[in-house]
């Protein structure tokens, strides 16, 4: 069974950094292409980041990019999602994603804080 588990989320202050995780199982994750995406209340849900199954190329929304940073670590079948000075707008669930052959996690809360 395909499983992807968000972890790290939380409450954080404006400006302050986060690291989110998504740790795969059921697969083969270092074969896989994988992404962020998040979904502010309200709004439909956005893409965030994307990064290759060898983790290169990666690639950013315009509003995150410079301060936010996705990697990966095929050793640990684990996804990142570094934040930094994060802003209000960054408020939002944030899923894990693996685009092909579909697959989400079932999220995680950051909540920023002025």
Known sequence: EVQLVESGG??????????????ASGF????Y???????????????????????TTPDYSDSVQGRFTI?????????YLQMNNVQLEDTAVYYCYRPYHPAWGQGTQVTVSP
Do not use: Y
């Not at 083969?28 to 074969?31: G, K, P, S, V």
């Not at 292409?33 to 983790?55: L, N, Y």
């Not at 990697?71 to 996804?79: E, G, I, V, Y």
């Open 10 to 23: 939380g409450s954080v202050q404006l400006g302050g950094s986060l690291r989110l995780a998504c740790t």
């Open 28 to 31: 083969a994750f270092e074969t």
């Open 33 to 55: 292409g994988m992404s962020w995406h998040r979904q502010a209340p309200g709004k439909e849900r956005e893409f965030v980041a994307t990064i290759r199954a060898d983790g």
């Open 71 to 79: 990697s990966r670590d095929n050793a640990k079948n684990t996804l």
